[in-house]
Every structure is written in C-alpha cells, then in structure tokens.
C-alpha cells in the first residue's frame, strides 16, 4: 500500500519549533518531488514549501521563508520540515504530499499523486 505518513505536530509556544516528518511506504520516495501543505479551520489549503526529488531546489511561501526549512533523506525515504520561530497563525493541520519527479517544478496541485494524513500544529501561549 503506497502511503505517506506524517508526524512531528503538537503544541508549542509562540517563537517555538517543531521538526515535521513525511515518511514514505510502499514507494521511493526519491523519485518524487514533496510539498508540504497546511489548512486552517475555516481557511483554504494553502502551499508551504517543496523540495524537488533530488533536493536541489527548494521554494517557500512568503510567510515561512526565513523561519521554515524544508529537507530531505532519500536514504531513509523521508522529508522534513523544520519550522521555527513559530506564530499563532501557524496553526494548522499540515500536509505532505509527493509529485512524481516527471512533473513540473514546482509541481501544480493536480501534480501530487499521494497525500498523507495530516498532523495538527498549534502555536499558543
């Protein structure tokens, strides 16, 4: 079964981080482009960050560059999103999700074949 799992959310204070992870079963993750969504309640899903598959390009939405980073481990088959210097309007359910290498980069919303789960991030005092 070709899935993506996330994980690393949970609640931390506002100027905190938190180390998201995109692990990959059933598929190479190598061979695939990664971006990393989120969706706030009552918000549309909005773009974050994505890395090509070798890891050589990465792009971030004006609101996290700077305080977020994006990474890959092709060897462990996981992509990371490391977030700092963390506000409320954060907040979040975060999403990876993978774009075969083949497609456009950076890869258009109907790009993404497979999509994880979710994992909640809240920033609050």
């Known amino acids: 079964q070709l899935q993506l799992v996330e994980s690393g959310g949970g609640l931390v204070q506002p100027g905190g981080s938190l180390r998201l992870s995109c692990a990959a079963s059933?598929?190479?993750?190598?061979?695939?482009?990664i971006g990393w969504f989120r969706q706030a309640p009552g918000k549309e899903r909005e773009g974050v960050s994505c890395?090509?598959?070798?890891?050589?390009?990465?792009k971030y939405a004006d609101s996290v560059k700077g305080r977020f980073t994006i990474s890959r481990d092709n060897a462990n088959n996981t992509v990371f999103l490391q977030m700092n210097s963390l506000k409320p309007e954060d907040t979040a359910v975060y999403y990876c999700?993978?774009?075969?290498?083949?497609?456009?980069?950076?890869?258009?919303?109907?790009?993404?074949?497979?999509w994880g789960q979710g994992t909640q991030v809240t920033v609050s005092s």
């Open positions: 059933g598929f190479t993750l190598r061979y695939y482009a």
């Open positions: 999700a993978a774009a075969h290498y083949s497609s456009s980069y950076p890869p258009s919303l109907a790009e993404y074949n497979y």
């Open positions: 890395i090509s598959s070798s890891g050589g390009n990465t």
